[in-house]
């Protein structure tokens, strides 16, 4: 292929530059001299290869001449210039609301005020669940220190009581 890759492998409406290139090739030619000229000049066929300044445009993927004197414009026009900017604003922002999307951000802000605010929360949360799970009888001395955590746990306002 030995071309630039574009943005978008897709046609567009050909710019400025582009249509001009392309009727310097066409001028003074009827409508069915032309046609099989543009179809050939759309497969890069026509122009002189060797040529650095004819180049495709990175928005609309017409054929163009650079017109720059340090021939290193991208786009064959100002206004593929402005959307290709538009469009590769628009990607950098879909990319980054991908990535900061709404619910990770909500997530990870939940994760973050848990563990600075509420890690006793977190842990007794943690405790209630495993013991429901691993409900087994208890030696009467663990029973006795169970039964003195609750009661001072009631005269600190009972925070410990398991709401269910
Ligand atoms: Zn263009």
């Known amino acids: 292929m030995g071309q630039p890759k574009n943005i978008s492998q897709n046609f567009k409406n050909p710019g400025e530059g582009a249509i001009e290139f392309a009727i310097g090739f066409v001028k003074n030619k009827t409508r069915a001299e032309a046609l099989p000229i543009i179809k050939r000049l759309l497969q890069g066929d026509v122009h002189d ?7 495709r445009c990175a928005y609309c993927g017409y054929y ?9 414009s991208k786009t064959c026009s100002q206004f593929c210039k402005t ?17 900061t999307s709404d619910k990770s951000l909500k997530k ?19 405790m209630i669940n495993r ?22 746990d009631k005269e600190f306002g009972g925070k410990r009581a398991p709401k269910r």
Do not use: C
Not at 64 to 72: A, E, G, H, L, S
């Open 49 to 55: 290869a060797g040529d650095k300044r004819i180049k």
């Open 64 to 72: 163009y001449r650079d017109q720059t004197k340090p021939n290193n």
């Open 131 to 152: 013991s429901w799970k691993h409900e087994k009888p208890v030696s009467s001395e663990k029973l006795a220190m169970h039964d003195a955590a609750k009661q001072r």
């Open 83 to 99: 959307d290709l900017d538009t469009l590769r604003r628009k990607k950098k922002n879909a990319d980054k609301a991908l990535l």
């Open 108 to 126: 990870m802000e939940k994760l973050y005020v848990w563990w600075l605010d509420y890690p006793f929360w977190i842990s007794e949360r943690e």
